[in-house]
């Protein structure tokens, strides 16, 4: 498979890290989401980017404390091995109450080297 093919992707298919981090995320535990991503990572979320382990252990800290919600996997495709974009439905206390958010993954050598969160 090329990165030019877009393959859908079922939550049992997607990469175990792609899951680990999606798990520990939603289990609202830092430590294990931080764990998926190589030392040089870099996480964009609401405009702002994230590099490396300290930053990105921090903005998971934070994230997880700012508003309750909950998640659920919704779809997924994949554009080769490396590049998964996860779409995930969000409900809780944040403003507008409902989201369905992209997850766009870079993975490298069995982690996540870039995470884009976006709508």
Same mark, same amino acid.
């Given at each position: /498979?090329?990165?030019?093919? @877009? ?10 890290? &792609?899951?680990? !981090? %999606?798990?520990?995320?939603?289990? +609202? ?7 998926? #991503?190589? +030392? ?9 980017? $994230?590099?490396?382990?300290?930053? @990105? ?7 997880? +404390?700012? $508003?309750? $919600?909950?998640? =659920? #996997?919704?779809?997924?495709? /994949? ?7 996860? &779409?995930?439905? %969000? =409900?809780?206390? !944040? ?5 369905? %958010?992209? !997850?766009? !993954?870079? %993975? ?12």
């Amino acid at each position: /498979m090329t990165i030019n093919e @877009i393959t859908p992707t079922s939550w049992d298919e997607l990469p175990e890290i &792609v899951r680990t !981090f %999606l798990v520990a995320q939603s289990d +609202s535990d830092p430590d294990a989401a931080a764990a998926a #991503f190589t +030392s040089d990572a870099q996480v964009t979320d609401e405009g702002r980017t $994230y590099r490396g382990g300290r930053e @990105i252990a921090a903005w998971l800290r934070r994230a997880g +404390s700012e $508003y309750t $919600y909950t998640t =659920e #996997f919704d779809h997924a495709t /994949m554009a080769g091995a490396n590049h998964v974009d996860v &779409v995930q439905h %969000l =409900e809780g206390n !944040f403003p507008g109450g409902v989201a369905d %958010l992209h !997850f766009r !993954f870079t %993975l490298e050598g069995g982690r996540v080297s870039r995470l884009v969160i976006e709508p």
